[in-house]
């Protein structure tokens, strides 16, 4: 299953010399054909999910963080990939809105989701199945929601989420099979290519909105002064 769609993101993202590499959820095995080529990697693990050591057999690329406060910079990343992360997310919205901040101008990201037409999200025997699934137009929509243009999209996993050695042995071609005839709505999972779309209007109230109600203010001061003083400057005796 990690074979399939992490070919596709190879597929994708090709030459990664002097970039700088992050996976969100658990997307560590779509980032490891790039260890030790690219300028950096990062897995970013959310917290309900727990951390690990990875890779298991060098040192320590993965960091626990909440899904909406990465620790790392503004503009920071140039490739991103998201697997198990965005259909768990009780705010889908902020956790797009740190990948929209940390992606450089120029960068891309790759969003895997499980597919709302396919097997893999009606099985309880893959991490697919957990969550929620997505069409390509719903995905598409909370992207363009989120300040992002889908620039690309495809799917993987055309094979049944079985263990029988007979769909074992059938998944390669399956795979090379649903990827020829473009078959995307049979994918167990959704692919979708994304970059910032820097002049999206922010979502939320305008700032001149933000002000806090008048009622909160206390009771004004009134410009009226007490007569006591007025008398005392007028008195003719002074």
Known sequence: MQKAVRDR????????RGLSL?????AV???RPFLGRAEGIIGLMPGPQGVMHWPADASNHSVLCDEARW???????????????LETSDHPLALLDEMHRVLSPQGRALIVVPNRGG???????????FGRPYSLSQLER????????CSAHTSALFFPPSPKRFWLRSARGLEKAGKRWGVERLGGVLMVEAVRRDTATPR?????????LRVLEGIPTSGALPAWPRA???DPAR
């Open 22 to 26: 992050a996976g969100y959820g658990f």
């Open 29 to 31: 095995p779509l980032l």
């Open 232 to 234: 005392k400057d007028d």
């Open 142 to 149: 909370l992207m363009a929601e989120a300040g992002f243009v």
């Open 9 to 16: 993101v190879v597929e994708r993202w090709g030459d990664v």
């Open 71 to 85: 620790p790392l910079a503004n503009d920071s990343i140039d490739r991103l990939a998201l697997m198990h992360g």
């Open 119 to 129: 097997m893999w999200a009606r099985s309880d025997a893959t991490p697919f199945g």
């Open 204 to 212: 939320g109230l305008p700032v001149k909105d933000r002000r806090p």
